[in-house]
């Protein structure tokens, strides 16, 4: 068992020494034996845990999705708190780390790595349907959260290389986009539900609303309530009204 444990600290401790590396220089420009020397590992350890350079590559940019959705898992609270929760995340992660968060969205045109992406991100459009609807995505909820996903990242990416825009308006324009998204899928398929926690959590939040979404945004969730028939019903009365018996 303590081999095990010493085995499993030391792929962790590799991933995160090239995660940095990876982040700072091309994949050619990495030296495995200049890393392994850093570290004070033999070079072979490297070759021993991911079978060489190019295994050792493709752990790393699969570790930086996996640490992303684990953020995800782990984010608790109401609905907006929640989504604004995720975000921060992200963005920590891009500000902390932008060869990193680079790493995730980059070499799209080496098949591994795109593989490794287009898993990732499904799995990240998986979990976010799941907390909106409580299910699987069917084909048009799957589509607007990929698409909006893409968009996340451009918007990120340009954040980072430029002074145009601050982190306050990255978030809002994030926050834009997720709801936009999620309006748009249920306009085209009127059969996605929102989760009744989600809208009860909104609207039983007047403060919280205010808080997190940006007064142009707040009636597109009213939106929302009036395009899901079973949401709207919480807030219609049951039995019609009963009119006044005339004399």
Same mark, same amino acid.
């Given at each position: 068992m303590a081999g095990n444990r010493r085995g499993e600290a030391a792929r962790a401790a590799l991933l995160?020494? $090239?995660?940095? #590396?990876?982040?700072?220089?091309?994949? /050619?420009?990495v030296s495995i034996v200049d !890393?392994?020397?850093? !570290? $004070?590992? #033999?070079?072979?350890?490297?070759s021993y845990h991911f079978g060489g350079k190019r295994g050792f590559y493709l752990a790393v940019i699969?570790?930086?999705?996996?640490?992303?959705?684990?953020?995800?898992?782990?984010?608790?609270?109401?609905?907006? /708190?929640? !989504?604004? &929760?995720?975000?921060?995340?992200? !963005?920590?992660?891009?500000?902390?780390?932008? $060869?990193g968060y680079e790493l995730m969205v980059?070499?799209?045109?080496?098949?591994?790595? &795109?593989e490794i992406r287009d898993r990732s991100f499904d799995q990240i459009t /998986?979990?976010?349907?799941?907390?909106?609807? $409580?299910?699987e995505p069917g084909?048009?909820?799957?589509?607007?959260? +990929?698409?909006?996903i893409a968009s996340i990242e451009g918007l990120v990416l340009h954040w980072l290389h430029t002074d145009a825009l601050t982190r306050d308006q990255v978030r809002e324009l994030i926050v834009s986009n997720y709801i936009g998204a999620v309006i748009s899928a249920i306009r085209v398929d009127p059969t996605i539900r929102i989760r009744e926690e989600i809208m009860d959590s909104i609207l039983a939040d007047p403060q919280a609303l205010a808080e997190?979404?940006?007064?142009? =945004?707040?009636?597109?969730? @009213? /939106?929302?309530? @009036?395009?899901?028939? +079973?949401? =709207?019903? @919480?807030?219609?009365?049951?039995?019609?009204?009963?009119?006044?018996?005339?004399?």
């Open positions: 995160d020494a $090239g995660k940095d #590396a990876f982040s700072h220089q091309r994949y /050619e420009e !890393l392994a020397r850093t !570290l $004070g590992v #033999a070079a072979g350890s490297i699969e570790q930086t999705f996996d640490e992303f959705r684990a953020d995800i898992l782990a984010t608790r609270g109401p609905a907006l /708190e929640w !989504l604004n &929760r995720v975000i921060d995340s992200l !963005l920590d992660r891009a500000e902390q780390h932008p $060869g980059a070499d799209v045109a080496d098949t591994q790595v &795109r /998986e979990q976010l349907a799941l907390e909106l609807t $409580g299910a084909p048009v909820l799957r589509a607007a959260i +990929t698409g909006c997190f979404v940006p007064p142009e =945004l707040r009636y597109k969730l @009213m /939106e929302i309530v @009036m395009a899901n028939p +079973t949401i =709207l019903s @919480m807030f219609l009365p049951v039995d019609p009204p009963v009119s006044a018996e005339t004399n």
